[in-house]
Antibody, heavy 119, light 108 residues
Framework: EVQLLESGGGLVQPGGSLRLSCAAS????????MNWVRQAPGKGLEWVSN????????FYADSVKGRFTISRDNSKNTLYLQMNSLRAEDTAVYYC????????????WGQGTMVTVSS | DVQMTQSPSSLSASVGDRVTITCQAS??????LNWYQHKPGKAPKLLIY???NLETGVPSRFSGSGSGRDFTFTISSLQPEDIATYYC??????????FGPGTRVDIK
C-alpha cells in the first residue's frame, strides 16, 4: 500500500525550530518529486515547498523562503522539512504529498502533523 | 506568480443537484489545473488532474473542464458524502504551485 506518514509536529515558541519527517512506503520514493502543503486553522491549503526526486532542485513559497529547508534521504525513503525562525502564522497542519511524474498534481497525501507556534 | 480565484466561496445544494465551481488563473496556464476534495480531519484527495482527467477510483459524477485561464469543476449529482471543501490548484510547469481559496459545499 502506498503510504506517507508525517511526524515531528508539536508546540514550539516563536523564533524556535522544528523538523518534520515524512516516511514513504509502497512506491519507489526516489522516482517522485515531493511536496509540503499546510493548512492554518480556518484557512485554505497553502503549498509550502517542493523537492525533485533526486533532491537536485528545491522550491519554496515566499512565505517560508529563507526560513524553511526541504530535503530528502532516498536511502531511508524519508522527506524532511526543517523549519527555523518560526512565527505564529506558521501554525498549521503540515501535509507531505507525493507528486505525479508528469503532472504537478499531488496524488498521495499523509494524514498531517500539527505545528503550533505559541509562547 | 500565478494567482487563483475560485467562486463561489461556499454553496448549499440538495442531494441530486448539479454543482458547479469555477476557478480562474491570473494568466494562461494551459491545462495545468487540478481539483482536490478536502474533508475536516482528513488528507486532501486528488479528484481531477490536467483540468479534465479523472483520478483513478474517483466517481464519475466528478468532472472538470477548461483551459487557458478559466476552469470548471462539476458534481453531476451531489451526494451526502460530497460535503467538503474543494480546491483548484495550478502547476504552471514549475513551482510555486498555487491553490485557490476553496469552495465549501454543504447539503441544503
Amino acid at each position: 500500500e502506498v503510504q506517507l506518514l508525517e511526524s515531528g509536529g508539536g508546540l514550539v515558541q516563536p523564533g524556535g525550530s522544528l523538523r518534520l519527517s515524512c516516511a514513504a512506503s509502497g512506491f519507489t520514493f526516489s522516482n517522485y518529486a515531493m511536496n509540503w502543503v499546510r493548512q492554518a486553522p480556518g484557512k485554505g491549503l497553502e503549498w509550502v515547498s517542493n523537492i525533485f526526486g533526486t533532491g537536485s532542485h528545491t522550491f519554496y513559497a515566499d512565505s517560508v523562503k529563507g526560513r524553511f529547508t526541504i530535503s530528502r534521504d532516498n536511502s531511508k525513503n524519508t522527506l524532511y522539512l526543517q523549519m527555523n525562525s518560526l512565527r505564529a502564522e506558521d501554525t498549521a497542519v503540515y501535509y507531505c504529498a507525493k507528486q505525479l511524474v508528469t503532472q504537478g498534481a499531488f496524488d498521495i497525501w499523509g494524514q498531517g502533523t500539527m505545528v503550533t507556534v505559541s509562547s | 506568480d500565478v494567482q487563483m480565484t475560485q467562486s463561489p466561496s461556499s454553496l448549499s445544494a440538495s442531494v441530486g443537484d448539479r454543482v458547479t465551481i469555477t476557478c480562474q488563473a491570473s494568466r494562461h496556464i494551459s491545462n495545468y489545473l487540478n481539483w482536490y476534495q478536502h474533508k475536516p480531519g482528513k488528507a486532501p484527495k486528488l479528484l481531477i488532474y490536467g483540468a479534465s482527467n479523472l483520478e483513478t477510483g474517483v466517481p464519475s459524477r466528478f468532472s472538470g473542464s477548461g483551459s487557458g485561464r478559466d476552469f470548471t469543476f462539476t458534481i453531476s449529482s451531489l451526494q451526502p458524502e460530497d460535503i467538503a471543501t474543494y480546491y483548484c490548484q495550478q502547476y504552471d510547469n514549475l513551482p510555486p504551485f498555487t491553490f485557490g481559496p476553496g469552495t465549501r459545499v454543504d447539503i441544503k
